[in-house]
């Protein structure tokens, strides 16, 4: 299915305390992902595949707060991020970043909707 929230990414100024700040806060779990410059934020328990064990919950990241991730930003699922990126510039929105490859898992993109919000889309591999 496509058009769940499936994704979060909160930017951060900086690593260390951010990473203090929300294990101590809420509890989750913070890993480094191998080979990028980003965190992997663990709100609720995973399968063996990494996936939430607990429907309707997501996981999330943290990232150096820079363009385009510069605000707490929600991902959406999409079939096809070009097809998206296409359906929100007719719809009066705008694209942030094209259309970029995450290793081999999938693709993502950021767009802006009409009332300024910037959104993350992801598009499985």
Request: glycine share 10%; charged share 25%; no cysteine.
């Amino acid at each position: 299915m496509t058009g769940k929230v499936v994704h979060f990414e909160v930017p951060v100024d900086d690593v260390e305390r951010a990473r203090t700040f929300y294990t101590d806060a809420f509890g989750w779990q913070l890993d480094d992902m191998p080979g990028f410059d980003y965190i992997w934020v663990r709100t609720t328990r995973t399968d063996d595949r990494g996936m939430p064990a607990e429907p309707g919950s997501i996981n999330g990241g943290m990232t150096r707060r820079e363009a385009p991730v510069t605000q707490p930003m929600i991902t959406v699922e999409v079939e096809d991020i070009d097809t998206a990126l296409a359906k929100v510039v007719a719809l009066g929105g705008a694209v942030l970043q094209e259309r970029q490859p995450v290793g081999e898992m999938g693709f993502t993109a950021y767009v802006v909707d009409t009332e300024g919000n910037p959104l993350g889309l992801w598009q499985n591999a």
